[in-house]
């Protein structure tokens, strides 16, 4: 595995990798790893043996993230660098960023979800720093709403193992709750 010593990473961090590692090395021939500028996610080849998942800067949430979109890719799409996903950076134009926000709707509540696992704060992504924006209200409500369907009818099965994981070690005898996941309330009450 390829590190980045120059960024110190947290305990949860490498709590967050070694997890990962032992749960998925030997079954799916994936390591998480850090660090690079932008993550990316890189199959196995002639000098590597596992499938790469990188994350950037060790981040907490930019390795939930890559995660979400492994569970979410296919057989064939993990054989492909950065799963054969198109990818615009910041700067997207409005239709740019929808497209974006639709193909991020399976990702996010993944992530949003693994992050309720390991006792971690979701924040939405619109990925796209220069822009005006930052992710819609129908992104979030379409986010949300795709949580939901996880919790009620089942996630993917690698998506699955990977919450159990996170919950046995970050909050022991305290599964999800379909409860936990709402959007922040944009009314302002009174203090009459």
């Keep these: 595995m390829t590190v980045n010593h120059a960024i110190p990473l947290s305990d949860d961090v490498k709590t967050l990798m070694s997890l990962f590692n032992n749960t998925f090395q030997s079954t799916h021939q994936t390591v998480l790893i850090c660090c690079e500028k932008e993550p990316i996610y890189r199959p196995a080849d002639a000098n590597h043996p596992y499938h790469r998942i990188i994350f950037a800067h060790g981040f907490f949430a930019s390795a939930l993230h890559e995660i979400a979109h492994w569970c979410v890719a296919g057989k064939e799409r993990r054989l492909l660098e950065d799963f054969g996903y198109w990818y615009i950076p910041d700067g997207r134009t409005q239709a740019q960023q929808e497209t974006f926000e639709q193909v991020e709707i399976k990702p996010q509540a993944l992530e949003w979800i693994f992050s309720h696992s390991a006792n971690f704060t979701f924040h939405f992504s619109a990925d796209n720093l220069t822009g005006d924006a930052g992710p819609s209200e129908g992104f979030q409500k379409a986010v949300l709403a795709q949580v939901h369907h996880y919790l009620i ?36 009450h009174s203090c009459d």
């Design 153 to 188: 009818h089942g996630l993917p099965k690698r998506a699955q193992c990977w919450s159990d994981h996170l919950i046995d070690y970050f909050r022991p005898n305290s599964p999800l709750n379909i409860d936990e996941f709402f959007l922040p309330s944009k009314r302002f």
